[in-house]
């Protein structure tokens, strides 16, 4: 995809840009990005055509021919771009449960900072499902990823199980 929106007022060209990565694709220079052709892809891209032309500019959809190196490539970049999601994403489950650790240890085991807790586990949840939504290729770290939320899911449970003890004793 080919992009040119003026760079005024910027809001036009930052909408493209939102849109863009939120169905995954992988800028790859100035004014270039790549998606696979996939229906989510596809769609996400019509939808950025439109932001575009709202802004006074274009997006020019280009397929590529179906040179294997090219296509490999292209998928390498993919590949790359959601194990770089799925990461951030493991860091940032990490770092929930280091919180609910460092809650227990603290013993603040009031109702308020566990609905903070199930609000940080509510969000990691839809993030969960963006990135998933976008790994059109099922990459491997997304089976980490899952597994990382299950972990913040058992321990935002044993919390909340220590909080509503504390509240009813």
């Known amino acids: ?6 760079s005024e007022p910027s809001r036009h060209r930052v909408a493209v840009w939102r849109e863009l990565r939120r169905f995954g694709a992988v ?14 892809c596809r769609e996400g891209a019509g939808k950025a055509k439109e932001l575009a032309r709202a802004g006074s500019g ?3 959809l280009l397929t590529t021919g179906r040179d294997d190196d ?3 490539r292209l998928r390498e970049l ?8 799925w990461a ?12 609910i650790a460092k809650e227990i240890a603290k013993q603040k085991f009031t ?5 903070e807790e199930e609000q940080s586990l509510d969000r990691l949840r839809r993030w969960f499902r963006a990135i998933r939504s976008k790994d059109v290729f099922g990459s491997p770290e997304a089976a980490s990823a899952d597994q990382s939320l299950a972990g913040c899911t ?6 909340a199980a220590l909080v509503y003890g504390e509240v009813h004793s």
Do not use: H, Y
């Not at 993919?78 to 999601?85: G, L, N, Q, S, V």
């Not at 951030?88 to 919180?99: I, L, S, V």
């Open 88 to 99: 951030e994403f493991t860091a940032d489950c990490g770092k929930f449960t280091d919180e």
């Open 27 to 40: 800028p790859i220079g100035q004014g270039a990005w790549t998606a696979p052709d996939v229906p989510a």
């Open 154 to 159: 058992e321990a935002l449970d044993g919390f």
């Open 58 to 60: 274009e997006l020019l």
């Open 1 to 6: 995809m080919l992009v040119q929106v003026p």
């Open 111 to 115: 109702l308020a900072e566990l609905e």
């Open 70 to 72: 090219d296509a490999a």
């Open 78 to 85: 993919f590949a790359a771009a959601r194990a770089d999601e």
